[in-house]
């Protein structure tokens, strides 16, 4: 099984710890399962089912059928979209000058306004403050990128 959802995996074009954080399992659970260590869980597949509907159940399971159930193949940006056909609409001739008249009396839409602005430094203490002012000192801040990266912050004030 560990060889189809490997497959699953390059199909989707994902990573590993990518198909782990979008079932909600440990990364090193998917790591143990597509290196044969560890069998997957009711849990594990139950989850991968819920999470990709269009996965084959029977083709995971027991390697029987295709893969994916329906479309053959994922979805891209430059697919082809089929849009409802509706019936044309029989409108009455109008006069341009009614047509003009209908024009000016369209209201404008509301200006979007940009988000307001927050100082740099004001959200520095907004933030220093909801984590230093506390009863229990902080140590260090340690924080996760999704690129496997991380920083370490140590406390300067």
């Not at 159940?57 to 029987?64: D, I, M, P, S």
């Not at 229990?136 to 801040?141: D, F, N, Q, S, V």
Request: glycine share 4%.
């Amino acid at each position: 099984m560990e060889a189809r959802i490997r497959k699953f995996i390059e199909y989707k074009g994902i990573s590993p710890s990518e198909l782990a954080d979008a079932i909600g399992v440990q990364r090193s659970n998917v790591t143990h399962v597509l290196k044969g260590r560890n069998k997957p869980s009711f849990q594990f597949i139950e989850k991968l089912l819920q999470i990709y509907p269009e996965i084959n159940a029977k083709w995971l399971l027991l390697g029987e059928g295709k893969m994916i159930e329906g479309n053959t193949k994922p979805a891209t940006l430059f697919d082809p979209v089929s849009l409802p056909v509706s019936s044309p609409v029989i409108s009455e001739k109008r006069s341009e000058v009614e047509e003009i008249n209908d024009l000016f009396s369209q209201k404008s839409p509301e200006p979007v306004l940009p988000p307001p602005v927050i100082e740099k430094e004001k959200l520095e203490n907004e933030l220093y403050d909801s984590f230093f002012c506390s009863e229990k000192p902080i140590e260090r801040l340690i924080v996760f990128f999704k690129d496997q990266t991380f920083k370490v912050y140590n406390p300067s004030r």
